[in-house]
């Protein structure tokens, strides 16, 4: 494993700076999968390939995983601390950049597929749940480069407990792109004034698409 782990000079530049070249917040929610596309043509990630993830990617004093654990036969949940509802402490990209040689997702040839696809679902906030709970997170599978050339992007999916829609597929597509520089995930907090300005610790459980073999990676 270890003789694959890349580190690209310049990409935490790049990354560092992905968010203004990202996806608008306020895009349309868009779910499912594209009726075109072929399961073999589905990037998707395991869990043992999720928990490879590694960098928060924003800054030191963000939002941040405080944990992440394997759901047996399922995903992984990862407890997200947001410190605050303020901008730049409510949004996080928890990828797999090749930092500090752990990034064994880092260059994966993906010209044989089309988009790539994780499902979400809301576990809890500050520990519990239920139909009072009106905040609502914006979650997506983010990747980079993107088709269009865009230093990362996901398409966004809206959960919230009071709406009653908790679990969600994102697709982002990839056709176009030769390799892989960050892959994983994005959330943010979706109308910021409805969460504690004091902070907030969100868990999110992330699947692999069902039905779909997850690639091995080199």
């Given at each position: ?16 700076c ?41 800054i ?11 759901i ?132 999110i ?14």
């Amino acid at each position: 494993m270890k003789n694959i782990a890349i580190t690209i000079c310049g990409l935490i530049i790049a990354l560092i700076c992905g968010n203004c070249q990202r996806n608008d917040h306020n895009a349309s929610v868009a779910e499912g999968l594209p009726s075109q596309v072929q399961t073999s043509q589905i990037l998707t990630l395991s869990g043992n390939q999720m928990i490879f993830l590694d960098w928060d990617g924003g800054i030191p004093s963000g939002a941040r995983v405080v944990r992440k654990r394997v759901i047996p036969d399922s995903g992984v949940e990862f407890d997200i601390h947001f410190p605050s509802n303020e901008p730049g402490y409510n949004t996080i990209d928890y990828v797999s950049s090749g930092v500090g040689g752990r990034g064994s997702l880092v260059g994966f040839d993906v010209s044989e597929y089309k988009v790539f696809s994780l499902r979400f679902t809301l576990v809890s906030i500050d520990g519990t749940i239920g139909p009072d709970l009106s905040q609502e997170l914006v979650v997506g599978a983010l990747i980079g480069p993107t088709a269009d050339g865009r230093l990362s992007g996901y398409t966004p999916v809206t959960l919230s407990f009071a709406s009653g829609r908790t679990t969600a597929v994102s697709s982002i597509p990839i056709f176009g792109v030769s390799n892989i520089y960050q892959i994983g995930i994005h959330a943010h907090m979706a109308k910021p004034e409805g969460w504690s300005p004091s902070g907030s610790m969100v868990t999110i459980r992330v699947e692999p698409v069902e039905n779909t073999p997850t690639p091995s990676w080199p």
